[in-house]
């Protein structure tokens, strides 16, 4: 929340709404006795300061556990814990938690970041014994779609692992896959975007910074009966089992604090804007803003292909620039777009192209200004 007037397309850490800001900076300066930066007694302590164990900081860690149950319909036979490590921490927990020899980890790779997750699944296979397979794959068109899941999965499945939103090739389920196979997803980009049914998930997963808080914390929540049947954990370190953290209430060490707190107040932002379901309605208009604009372009060409799209990264090419001129005007296009106040749209660099990220706090009214400066763009060539 720099100066006015910019719109911030950041694919993450991203965007969080100003009254999130406005509270999270408060907390710094110091905490207020009901963690809430606008009320309460100030506790004459900075929320940086104060410890893990005590009682101010409890209403806080619970508070947000509360509200991921509530606000993300996660249900209560969920454990739910706020871990550190980022979402690319989970790529290794995931298979040293529950993959074992004799069992096949399944992966469906949507992008770079199912491949990471696939390349820790077999990393740490070279000591669990696990297989690892890749169920479905768009990567044969530069993971253009969501593929469809074939008729059956291996039979000593263990885990279908899938990716529910791609933050760089911008695909998106649907909605959570329906299969026998306990499904784990990493939500790190579209948690609380809409209802996709992601409280169906046995596991889950997101990195805060997209569309939860700040980079540092990692919401995970699992069915607890699951994981309490998993295999032994031998030769896995204490921090990295699940149980280690869930036996200690999620305060085996010292959590995110700062991260806990801001995922807490994001998580009050959507109940109070309409909850999921309300951040859908807005989601909705801004990736239909954008995908219209795209559809109807001669110049600008998007990325995903209908029906798998993403309603939080919108990725497109300017694949309508004369012969062998698209690379110098993508240059200038985001040159000139950051000029006129529109920040991060820079493609990822294993993409290509431009990319909006226009995640929940985003507002409607930047995407509208977007849309505004790529037609006069692509008018005015
Ligand atoms: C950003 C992102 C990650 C990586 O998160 P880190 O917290 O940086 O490890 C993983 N998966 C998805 C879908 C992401 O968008």
């Not at 909006?356 to 505004?372: D, H, K, M, Q, R």
């Amino acid at each position: 929340m720099a100066a006015s007037q910019i719109f911030n397309f950041s694919a993450g850490p991203a965007i969080l709404p100003p009254e999130v800001f406005e509270r999270a900076a408060s907390s710094v300066l110091e905490l207020r006795s009901n963690a809430h930066a606008r009320d309460g007694e100030g506790i004459g302590l900075s929320l940086l300061e104060i410890s893990h164990r005590s009682k101010d900081f409890d209403a806080i860690h619970t508070g947000a556990i509360a509200l991921v149950h509530e606000v993300l319909g996660i249900p209560d036979s969920c454990e739910v814990l706020l871990l550190q490590g980022g979402a690319s921490l989970q790529f290794g927990m995931i298979p040293l938690n529950f993959a074992a020899a004799g069992r096949t980890a399944c992966y469906v790779d949507t992008g770079s970041w199912s491949a990471n997750a696939i390349k820790e699944s077999k990393v740490v296979a070279e000591t669990r014994g696990h297989e690892t397979a890749v169920v479905a794959s768009s990567k044969s068109s530069s993971y253009d779609h969501i593929p469809a899941l074939p008729a059956s999965l291996p039979e000593q499945a263990c885990y279908l692992h899938v990716t529910s939103n791609n933050t760089i090739f911008g695909t998106e389920w649907e909605s959570l896959p329906e299969v026998d196979t306990p499904v784990i997803v990493d939500a790190s980009s579209n948690i609380g975007s809409r209802p996709m049914g992601l409280e169906r998930a046995t596991f889950g997963y997101a990195g805060a910074q997209k569309n939860l808080g700040p980079s540092g914390v990692t919401l995970v929540w699992y069915q607890r009966e699951w994981v309490a049947a998993q295999p032994p954990q031998a030769g896995v370190p204490m921090i990295l089992r699940y149980k280690t953290h869930a036996d200690k209430g999620g305060l085996y060490n010292t959590p995110n604090t700062f991260g806990a707190l801001v995922l807490k107040l994001m998580l009050e932002w959507v109940r109070d804007n309409g909850g999921v379901a309300g951040m859908a309605t807005r989601n909705q208009a801004k990736a239909d803003a954008l995908y219209t604009l795209l559809d109807s372009s001669s110049l600008y060409t998007p990325l995903a292909k209908s029906g798998s799209r993403s309603r939080m990264n919108v990725v497109w090419r300017l694949g309508g620039a004369p012969s062998g001129q698209e690379d110098a005007l993508t240059k200038r296009f985001v040159k000139e777009a950051t000029a006129a106040g529109f920040s991060g749209l820079q493609g990822h660099r294993s993409a290509g192209g431009c990319r909006a990220s226009i995640y929940n706090a985003f507002p409607l009214a930047g995407v509208t200004a977007l849309c505004e400066f790529m037609q006069e763009f692509e008018r005015k060539g």
